[in-house]
């Protein structure tokens, strides 16, 4: 029996909700807990409604701290959005402060299971689970840069009429404005992409996944089915304990801190985080992308 508790039953929390339910997973029961019991009560509702339709049976039900004591994976999408004009960071104090209070009930419920975090500024807030958890680095999980991975072999894929599940490249840092992808590492059979597109576009694809997000915010007010989409490959990874490559925000000893990269997931959490080689240029932007990370970090220990 596998069981999954969603904290926050908002844009992201029911993206994530949904595609659980619409997609062949090994989850049994579904548990919703948000501010707003009534809220969560009629998403489970109108989730149930759903299941004849569904390839899976499971349990859904709105539920409480309490419920998580059992979970296998805890996924944290309560926080505030992002609203037009915001970065991601802009978020930070706001967030920190519902965190200490979510994954504080969280841990006294008795859970043992896997934090899998999607509140931005995402590798900041899976830092603070961390902390607040006082679990092994493990079994804390940012989405990452899982969402922005899909963005860019989304327009690569579309660029060379390709199948996107066969560009190999990932977007790693912070996600957030600072995320980047490492080109030298970017492969499409076994070929360096270099050979297929030139670098001059090569930028211009890198930029429009990193301002992806806002362009979407700016017309719909929120991004959320790919970051559930995104959310259920992390699951299925842990649950059906894949050992699968997945770019989320993990554990970077060198820096104590949690960022974006390819991360190897299987039942017991991330297994090992991947580290590879980047050249001159690519080093100094990933450690760009760290020090953003550190300086919030700091600021927030500071306060």
């Known amino acids: 029996m596998n069981k999954i508790v969603i904290i926050g039953c908002g844009n992201v929390g029911m993206s994530y909700a949904y595609a659980l339910v619409n997609q062949k997973t090994n989850v049994d029961e579904l548990v919703l807990i948000d501010v707003n019991k009534k809220k969560a009560e009629g998403e489970a509702m109108d989730l ?46 706001k967030n920190s402060v519902i965190f200490k209070s979510i994954v504080t009930e969280v841990v006294e419920s008795g859970f043992n299971g896997i934090f899998l975090v999607a509140t931005n500024p995402l590798d900041v807030m899976t830092y603070l689970t961390w902390k607040y958890s006082k679990f092994d680095h493990s079994r804390v999980i940012g989405s990452g840069t899982s969402l922005d991975t899909a963005r860019l ?129 690519e080093t100094a932007h990933l450690q760009r992308s760290i020090d953003i990370i550190k300086d919030a970090i700091n600021t927030l220990e500071t306060d």
């Open 48 to 93: 149930n409604h759903t299941l004849p339709y569904a390839p899976n049976r499971l349990k859904i039900y709105a539920g409480e701290y309490k419920d998580c004591h059992d979970a296998d994976i805890v996924c944290i999408a309560a926080g505030a959005n992002q609203n037009p004009g915001e970065t991601r960071m802009d978020l930070i104090n």
């Open 153 to 281: 072999r989304y327009l690569i894929g579309d660029r060379l009429d390709i199948d996107p599940r066969n560009v190999h490249a990932y977007v790693i840092g912070e996600h957030g404005d600072s995320e980047f992808v490492p080109w030298s590492n970017a492969n499409i059979g076994l070929q360096n992409i270099t050979n297929f597109i030139p670098k001059e576009e090569l930028d211009d694809i890198c930029h429009e996944v990193r301002k992806s997000a806002y362009e979407i915010i700016d017309r719909k007010g929120n991004t959320s089915y790919g970051i559930g989409m995104a959310l259920v490959r992390i699951t299925n990874a842990i649950l059906d304990d894949e050992n699968s490559i997945i770019a989320i925000s993990s554990y970077d000893k060198d820096n104590n801190l949690f960022v974006g990269g390819p991360s190897i997931i299987n039942r017991e959490g991330v297994k090992k985080r991947i580290y590879f080689n980047l050249n001159e240029d």
